[in-house]
């Protein structure tokens, strides 16, 4: 992989700018070749992520479910491993809440009930991410084969206990019962309205709160415990870590299993956030898109909140051109969303060359001009 | 500027002017201009980053230069590819050789230039042809044997055969005694001088002065991506090419004087390490005491590298028994590198890139690789870099680190420099026991000097210091008593008054 000598401003703020920017200018072209006014289709969709009622709240519960992924996927990069598993992870994330909040929820208060499913989601996504951690640091399988497997897996299992023995009695739709009254984590817009802000609806809940915690948590673990400097250093040179005395095997298990159990928060918005009962499907691809986020945010957090906020405006915002236009349907804007994946994330060093060349020149001009040469 | 004025009959065999190449905002090549007269032998000398490899990659059409040029025999010619290098008549032997093991000897030479047509018969018409010319150089080679089974300095020799036989009359060689024993390089320099009586142009790059002196005519100095000087090999010495490498005046000689040993700090017993097929390291044992270097010589790849990484405690020993400061360790009772550090061991990697260091890190990061746990740099959870980078900023102070800057990324600073900051990290751990490998391996005179001084003062204070390295001087100038490897045995333990390079590189060549 190319190494880039730019300065980190340049590469961690100029660079990504203009690969939406290119991403945007492509999509507009499209635009444009069916019909349409490019700059009225991004006015609309601006509007439609942040300007009307409600619509900030959608675009940020959006974002919370791409933090929650993106994070996952940045904490397991950090060790070289791609882990490409987290929708399976998220998926049984949700099982783990779900059949907490479902076992104990005749039984104990809603908030304790909360509080013990909060984690289970975190534990059954860990151990989802620790398989494949283990075949790969045990039986050198290889982390991106075992972990797509596996959310083909999860897929099955959830189908198989969603339409069977977790399915709720006197329906067909393959879901859970709803969990009791409380059992939730309460919307945003409730809280602010009774604090006397006013907040239009949006299913925006408290997870976005814990997906910002958890964001200052990876940066924590990753640049200030020596776990983190260990799971780094792994990243860059297994033999080092060895030399250092650890073992790289125990590394790469302990961070496929943090990565899992980042992934498996994400069913906090989706199920204990919106749903309140465990659905089918509720990850509908948020694990995938995550990669993009954290290639995008460079695998560090804020750069993850950053991207998620622009995912999150793209899936609102992409949702009111649709409505908007007749010409432009669903399908155009995960055109959109997959450009500005393409330009982020495959492409994401295609204008380094450029800008470095350009740099080089300024520098030299600035070092000539100086009369140093 | 030489002129070369004395031979002006004959155009010079390589002549460039004013080659420049830049790589970003690095000056590789500044202004090189250097003429090569033809049938001699020229060195090119310098240390690492100088830019001899950048300026030999031009001429063999590596790199294309930003500006200058270049005339070979006489005539203007831009080298574009190594196609256009091969045909003007330079041929290159690299440092890592570019042959394929498992084909033969005569199927490596032809490889590249087969002719079109039936192989049989352009093979066997090749084969005349590579007869006549090891004939004509003295380089006698088996044509039917495979590669991999010849040893270092045979399979080299095929590489000088491969290029003449693409009509090469301009030799480079790039650092080729690297991998070779003392013997091995003296028939190395016997073919050189023999290929030079035929008219053979050769441009020998290296970093060691004595092969500079031993087998070249001109020798031309490179520091900083500039040619400082040439010389001619009678009118010079080893210590003013020092100088002009460095820059400044440079000791060599003379670091070591009498160690006072103690009480045996580590010792082996009968050790093994077994590999894929023959054992890598069979029945070793030696003792070292707390004050003396043991020095082990050796060809790379003759199980040092392995022996070292077993007293590390990275290899777990197959047979026999390991006793470092009383605490034994052996295949039932093996020790973690963790375990070993606890005892008061130090590990200088031979591999500082892929070990020693961790590249991508600041270089505040990678000197507390092996010692995040210690209480100087956090409680074993947490991490604090301004510690870190408070403690780096101390290490790179005492051992003279440029530029003394923490934050700076381990990949940024030179080869001396990256050196200097792992011996900084392992030596500030005050060991009882230091291993060393490859102490010098890429690093430039001026560090060399220091790298050996802090050797022999931490011999002095009592540390029982193991060195590997494949450079056989620095053995025998650090040494207090030296054991040689061949193929994974010891060859035995000379005591430093009765070893010098001839005795020790027979037991390097495994003739005992």
């Known amino acids: 992989m190319m190494r880039t000598s730019l300065p980190a401003w340049m590469d961690i703020g100029l660079l990504p700018l203009i690969n939406i920017l290119a991403a945007f200018v492509v999509a507009g072209v499209i635009i444009a070749m069916i019909g349409e006014n490019p700059f009225v289709a991004l006015m609309v969709m601006l509007k439609g992520a942040f300007v009307y009622k409600g619509a900030l709240g959608y675009t940020l519960f959006y974002a919370t479910n791409f933090i929650f992924t993106g994070l996952a996927v940045a904490v397991a990069f950090h060790a070289m491993l791609f882990n490409i598993g987290g929708e399976g992870q998220a998926a049984m994330g949700g099982l783990g809440l779900g059949l907490v909040a479902l076992a104990l929820d005749p039984v104990l208060p809603a908030f304790l009930v909360v509080l013990l499913a909060i984690p289970m989601a975190a534990v059954f996504g860990a151990i989802w991410g620790l398989i494949p951690g283990w075949l790969q640091a045990r039986r050198g399988s290889h982390i991106v084969i075992t972990t797509i497997m596996f959310n083909f897996i999860a897929a099955s299992v959830m189908v198989w206990l969603l339409a069977g023995m977790l399915m709720a009695p006197?329906?067909?739709?393959?879901?859970?019962?709803?969990?009791?009254?409380?059992?939730?984590?309460?919307?945003?817009?409730?809280?602010?309205?009774?604090?006397?802000?006013?907040?239009?609806?949006?299913?925006?809940?408290?997870?976005?709160?814990?997906?910002?915690?958890?964001?200052?948590?990876?940066?924590?673990?990753?640049?200030?415990t020596r776990l983190g400097y260990i799971i780094r250093a792994t990243g860059h040179s297994e033999r080092a870590v060895i030399y250092a005395g650890h073992s790289p095997q125990r590394i790469i298990m302990i961070t496929m299993a943090i990565s899992g159990a980042l992934a498996g928060l994400m069913a906090l918005n989706e199920i204990l956030g919106v749903q309140q009962r465990v659905i089918l499907n509720f990850t509908s691809g948020y694990g995938f898109t995550g990669i993009a986020v954290a290639l995008m945010g460079r695998n560090h957090p804020v750069g993850i909140i950053l991207a998620s906020l622009l995912f999150g405006a793209l899936y609102q915002g992409g949702a009111e051109l649709d409505f908007e236009f007749q010409t432009i349907t669903r399908e155009m804007v995960l055109m959109i969303q997959g450009l500005i994946i393409l330009f982020s994330g495959a492409l994401a060093y295609m204008f380094n060359p450029v800008l470095e060349k350009l740099y080089h020149l300024v520098v030299f001009a600035r070092q000539e001009a100086r009369g140093d040469g | 500027m030489t002129s070369a004025a004395g031979v002006a009959e004959m155009p010079a065999a390589i002549s460039l002017s004013g080659i420049c190449k830049t790589f970003g905002a690095v000056r590789a090549n500044q202004?090189?201009?250097?003429?090569?007269?033809?049938?001699?032998?020229?060195g090119i000398v310098g240390e690492n980053g100088a830019g001899k490899s950048t300026l030999v990659s031009i001429l063999y059409g590596f790199y294309t230069a930003d500006s200058g040029s270049i005339q070979v025999f006489g005539e203007d010619i831009s080298i574009g590819s190594t196609a256009e290098a091969i045909s003007a008549g330079i041929g290159m032997v690299h440092q890592h050789f570019m042959l394929v093991p498992t084909f033969t000897v005569l199927e490596n030479i032809i490889l590249g230039s087969e002719g079109s047509g039936g192989l049989q018969r352009s093979m066997a018409r090749a084969r005349e042809e590579i007869t006549r010319l090891a004939s004509t150089y003295g380089l006698t080679v088996d044509l039917d044997a495979i590669v991999s089974d010849l040893p270092v300095g045979v399979q080299q020799r095929v590489e000088i055969l491969k290029a003449l036989y693409r009509g090469a009359r301009i030799l480079i060689l790039d650092e080729p005694t690297g991998v070779l024993t003392p013997q091995e390089t003296d028939q190395l320099f016997e073919?050189?001088?023999?290929?030079?009586?035929?008219?053979?142009?050769?441009?020998?790059?290296?970093?060691?002065?004595?092969?500079?002196?031993?087998?070249?005519?001109?020798?031309?100095?490179?520091r900083g991506g500039e040619m400082v000087a040439h010389r001619n090999i009678s009118a010079t010495s080893p210590a003013e090419l020092a100088e002009l490498m460095v820059g400044r005046p440079v000791l060599?000689?003379?670091?070591?004087?009498?160690?006072?040993?103690g009480n045996t700090v580590l010792a082996a017993e009968r050790l093994g390490l077994d590999g894929g097929g023959a054992p890598l390291i069979d029945e070793v044992s030696f003792e070292v005491r707390a004050g003396e270097i043991l020095g082990i010589a050796g060809v790379s790849g003759n199980g040092q590298s392995e022996l070292l990484e077993l007293l590390a405690g990275i290899r777990v020993p197959t047979r026999g028994q390991i006793t470092i400061n009383g605490h034994s360790i052996s295949p039932d009772q093996p020790a973690s590198p963790s375990m070993i550090r606890s005892l008061g061991v130090a590990h200088v990697p031979e591999d500082r890139h892929a070990m020693g260091l961790v590249l991508p890190f600041s270089a505040a990061e990678s000197a507390a690789l092996g010692y995040e746990h210690t209480p100087e740099i956090g409680d074993g959870f947490w991490f604090d870099p301004a510690r870190l980078n408070a403690r780096?900023?101390?290490?790179?102070?005492d051992f003279d680190v440029r530029p003394p800057d923490p934050a700076l990324k381990s990949s940024l600073f030179s080869g001396g420099n990256q050196q200097k900051i792992v011996l900084a990290r392992e030596i500030s751990a005050k060991p009882g026991l230091l291993l060393v490998g490859q102490p010098t391996r890429g690093v430039d005179i001026g560090a060399i000097e220091f790298i050996h001084r802090q050797l022999i003062g931490l011999r002095d204070q009592g540390c029982a210091i193991v060195l590997v390295s494949v450079e056989l001087d620095e053995i025998l100038s650090l040494s207090d008593r030296i054991m040689v490897m061949n193929g994974g045995q010891s060859m035995g333990i000379i005591d430093r008054g009765r070893a010098d390079a001839r005795s020790v590189g027979l037991l390097m060549a495994g003739v005992a």
Do not use: Y
């Open chain 1, 170 to 224: 006197g329906q067909m739709s393959p879901e859970t019962r709803s969990f009791a009254d409380g059992v939730g984590l309460a919307q945003m817009h409730v809280i602010f309205n009774a604090i006397g802000i006013p907040m239009a609806r949006s299913p925006l809940n408290l997870s976005f709160v814990i997906a910002l915690g958890a964001s200052f948590a990876v940066w924590v673990l990753i640049w200030r």
């Open chain 2, 31 to 42: 202004d090189i201009s250097l003429e090569i007269q033809a049938g001699s032998i020229h």
């Open chain 2, 191 to 222: 073919i050189l001088r023999s290929l030079k009586e035929q008219g053979v142009t050769v441009l020998f790059i290296t970093h060691k002065l004595r092969e500079i002196m031993a087998v070249t005519d001109q020798v031309s100095v490179m």
């Open chain 2, 252 to 261: 060599i000689e003379g670091i070591w004087h009498e160690a006072s040993p």
């Open chain 2, 392 to 397: 780096c900023s101390r290490l790179m102070a």
